[in-house]
Each structure stands twice: as structure tokens, then as C-alpha cells.
């Protein structure tokens, strides 16, 4: 399984990013996608993440100012990153597992994924 993440960059405070992941190895369309963020000396934290069919769930944190969506036809999964201040600064991390019940009822959770993106950098900064 190989989950390639792209679109990072610097960007300034109040601006906006598209992420995108795209996969293969795996039957995407059986697939959660997830993505995390892990900011410089803080542990990785859940963003949101995304079901088959396209139904998503966000971190409260973060549901104002990101939207995650995906493309099954081309095994890809973006996440739109709006109104960036600089603690959204991070590497961010896409991630797929298999879609059951477990992962549905713990999305949230990084022990529901078992591939991993080698992440992208965001840095918000004037």
C-alpha cells in the first residue's frame, strides 16, 4: 500500500490549501480514509476522516475551517484546509484502513489505520 500525500506548502495566515492523497495497493472504495496532523513538539492529532460513500467526521477543533472529500475513481482523498492561522502550521498525514464498524466507531483513533502517507508540510506564516 502506498499513500502518496501532496499540496503542502507555505501559505499566509488566512489562507487556504487542497491536500490531496492519493493511494494505491489498497481497494480504495473499501477503504476509511483518515487524515492527522502532528505540529512541531506536539503528539499527531485526528483532523477527520472520511467513509466510502463520502460521509465525514471532523475533529471539533477543526470542522469550522476543513472539509476532507474523496474520488474513487481516482483512489484519491483531499483535504481543503480554509482560514489557516499559524498553529494549523504541521505535517499532515493521510491514512487508510479497512472500513468496518470498528473503524467507523473509532475514526479518530490512529490504531484504525494501518497504512500511512509520509505526510506533507503546512507551514502559515506572513
Known amino acids: 500500500v502506498q499513500l502518496q500525500a501532496s499540496g503542502g506548502g507555505l501559505v499566509q495566515p488566512g489562507g487556504s490549501l487542497r491536500l490531496s492523497c492519493a493511494a494505491s495497493?489498497?481497494?480504495?472504495?473499501?477503504?476509511?480514509m483518515g487524515w492527522f496532523r502532528q505540529a512541531p513538539g506536539k503528539e499527531r492529532e485526528f483532523v477527520g476522516a472520511v467513509t466510502p460513500s463520502g460521509s465525514t467526521r471532523y475533529a471539533d477543533s477543526l470542522k469550522a475551517s476543513v472539509s476532507i472529500s474523496r474520488d474513487n475513481s481516482r483512489n484519491t482523498v483531499y483535504l481543503q484546509l480554509n482560514s489557516l492561522r499559524p498553529e494549523d502550521t504541521a505535517v499532515y498525514y493521510c491514512?487508510?484502513?479497512?472500513?468496518?464498524?470498528?473503524?467507523?466507531?473509532?475514526?479518530?483513533?490512529?490504531?484504525?489505520?494501518?497504512?500511512w502517507g509520509q505526510g506533507t508540510l503546512v507551514t502559515v506564516s506572513s
Open positions: 491514512a487508510a484502513g479497512l472500513y468496518t464498524s470498528d473503524w467507523l466507531a473509532q475514526r479518530w483513533s490512529e490504531r484504525s489505520y494501518d497504512s
Open positions: 495497493g489498497l481497494t480504495f472504495s473499501k477503504s476509511g
